[in-house]
């Protein structure tokens, strides 16, 4: 069965901190993975994918096939970058199946 | 470029009675996939639509079921109301049943008393 786990529910970090937001999978095949963010009073938002292997918003994400992980990271954190964050995980045909997300806050 | 739209924003109901939530798709997109989000929670799949027919299901009861409209505009619907269905509602559209990008409506909120 396919399971996303975001082993922190609340992480806040100052200003000018990094940024490490935590994603650990559970799949058998070769998974996509994502990371989507809601922002206050906005929809749900595709932040970024493994298979594109870009930096959005100064964010990367680097998928680790040998330790089951996604993480989110940005080298320094911003007051913008507080937002509700989820990882998501798609394995073949099958749909997105999202983590419980992480309440991500910067401390001015 | 319209985006997602989901009509009502927040519903009120009882336990028993039946709702329907409707979604417009992103201009362009033919799949609209539904999720349940509850409080504290990741959104959880509920069903897909492409091109007017089901094209997968989660875990949920026969009691929730959908459309999928000739525009790709998409209706999920649920009978029986029970209380634990109380939670946000998010329609997701996107270019093929297959794509990996999917845009998100604002959702709509509905609780069950």
């Known amino acids: 069965a396919q399971r996303v786990t975001q082993p922190e529910k609340l992480l806040s970090v100052f200003k000018g901190a990094p940024v490490e937001l935590k994603c650990n999978y559970s799949y058998s095949g070769s998974p996509e993975l994502f990371w989507y963010v809601q922002y206050s009073r906005q929809r749900l938002q595709l932040l970024l994918r493994?298979?594109s292997r870009e930096s959005i918003k100064g964010f990367t994400a680097d998928l680790n096939k040998g330790e089951t992980s996604f993480h989110l990271k940005k080298p320094f954190a911003q007051e913008e970058d507080s937002a509700m964050y989820y990882c998501a995980l798609k394995g073949g045909n099958t749909p997105l199946v999202f983590g419980k997300g992480t309440r991500f806050s910067v401390i001015a | 470029e319209t985006g997602v739209t989901q009509s009502p924003t927040h519903l009120i109901k009882t336990r028993g009675q039946q709702v329907t939530l409707r979604c417009s798709s992103q201009?362009?997109?033919?799949?609209v996939s539904w999720y349940q989000q509850a409080l504290g929670q990741g959104p959880q799949f509920i069903f897909q639509?492409?091109?007017?027919?089901?094209?997968g299901r989660g875990n949920f009861p026969p009691r929730f079921s959908g459309l999928q409209f000739p525009n790709y505009s998409s209706e999920l619907n649920v009978n029986a109301l029970e209380l634990d269905d109380s939670a946000l509602y998010l329609c997701a559209s996107s270019r093929g049943a297959a794509s990996e990008t999917q845009y998100f409506g604002p959702g709509t909120r509905l609780l069950v008393l």
């Open positions: 201009s362009g997109h033919n799949t």
């Open positions: 493994h298979i």
């Open positions: 639509y492409y091109r007017e027919e089901e094209n």
